[in-house]
């Protein structure tokens, strides 16, 4: 297994669980993998509440749950969120990797920094806007005619994978990436600049936004390029504003 | 994933199972990996028939699970039986692996004959006797603190890692190994020989017959050197026997 200072940092991520028995499960893969930081983000409230109340060996992980209305909130202090998907391609906005090179990469994301994977609900998954937060996605092989796991397996399976024993990685002496919060501010700057502009207009704001968050989490923003990005922003919004009220004057 | 037509030789066993949702469940894993062939043993009847009229992507797997008697009797094809345990050591009878080291074995000899994967059930594991069915034992690593798996996430992990993709190990040119089958008639003609022989008694006897076969497993026989065993076998039991009619007369 991989040393627990590295699985303290992942974060699992829920969103919208419906199944009691599912978060129970999810929970029990983590006891079993040392995995102990459960996130659930606006779960059937009687589902997660009756999966709290459950005695057992997963009890623990169940009790220290942290509870988030939002995904962006959930993934807030991580440096890479990973979304879990059944399906090997969606489109060309994220890219998707097979679950064994995915745990490379995020082991080694682990070793400087906390990372979230986010599993979706079992009936939907994880929504666009959801998607939206995540820098990739990872998938595990299955059989193209039954592709769908369910989630306490999916749970399971993929922390198998992370905590399996591996070559150590060499840490990287580059910049520490940049945490998802301050990729959201970014986003935020950046989503309120296009609509200041005329860019987005009110019927195409949502669907900005998301494309925004999604291209701002592919640059792959170190911790100090964010914080010279978020001033570039802050002083191209600052402008907008300035331009804005002059035309109007 | 490994082709299809290896893990077309993989039997999972499902060994006194009471909660009809984890045979749903280990189908579904079974589905998800393309391992077909699922053999269960004194299931809790109920529950067999509720998992057998779940309608859903494992189906197919549940529809043609055959039902066996024994734990000898599921496994009676398979050159390989490997049971599974969540704890580490279970004193000297049985060696024990670790998944990952397990699976490359395992796949080395899917290449060839048949395998029994041999789960037990969710309360008590695989008992002395099941264990005595298997050549060795496989563990999945986990946490110290919480070594116990859920039925239906053990068979996801086990199945994901067994289908993973791997360097393609040279198949051995020396004789398949002895079927099951085979390895149990010559466990047969040994306690019959240590009965007659007066090595077991009334009181001994099952304790022999499990020491003996596990200590065949062991042996790790060829096709054709268990034919010589069962040759030379029935040729000392009927000396044996006709030993004692001149005895008693």
């Not at 199944?19 to 102990?36: E, W, Y």
């Not at 009687?46 to 909130?73: K, M, T």
């Not at 202090?77 to 064994?100: E, F, K, N, W």
């Amino acid at each position: 297994m991989s040393t627990s200072a590295e699985l303290d940092r992942l974060r699992v991520v829920l969103v919208a669980t419906r199944n009691p028995l599912n978060l129970g499960a999810a929970a029990r893969a983590m006891s079993n993998f040392g995995v102990m930081h459960l996130r659930v983000v606006n779960p059937f409230e009687p589902s997660f509440r009756e999966a709290r109340s459950a005695v057992g060996p997963a009890a623990d992980v169940l009790a220290n749950a942290a509870q988030y209305d939002s995904v962006a909130d959930a993934v807030s202090d991580c440096a890479l969120v990973v979304g879990t998907t059944a399906i090997r391609q969606r489109g060309l906005q994220h890219s998707v990797h097979r679950l064994d090179s995915a745990a490379v990469q995020i082991r080694h994301a682990l070793a400087k920094s906390h990372v979230a994977l986010v599993f979706g609900s079992e009936k939907t998954g994880l929504s666009n806007d959801d998607l939206s937060h995540c820098h990739w996605l990872l998938h595990i092989p299955a059989r193209d005619e039954h592709l769908s796991m369910n989630l306490g397996q999916a749970v399971a399976v993929t922390l198998y994978e992370l905590s399996r024993e591996s070559k150590t990685l060499p840490v990287a002496k580059d910049d520490p990436p940049a945490a998802a919060a301050e990729l959201e501010r970014i986003t935020a700057l950046l989503v309120e600049a296009l609509e200041t502009s005329g860019y987005a207009t009110a019927a195409t704001l949502a669907a900005t936004e998301e494309k925004a968050r999604r291209m701002v989490r592919r640059m792959d923003l170190s911790g100090r390029d964010a914080d010279v990005l978020l001033g570039m922003l802050r002083q191209v919004l600052w402008k907008l504003r300035v331009a804005g009220r002059d035309t109007r004057s």
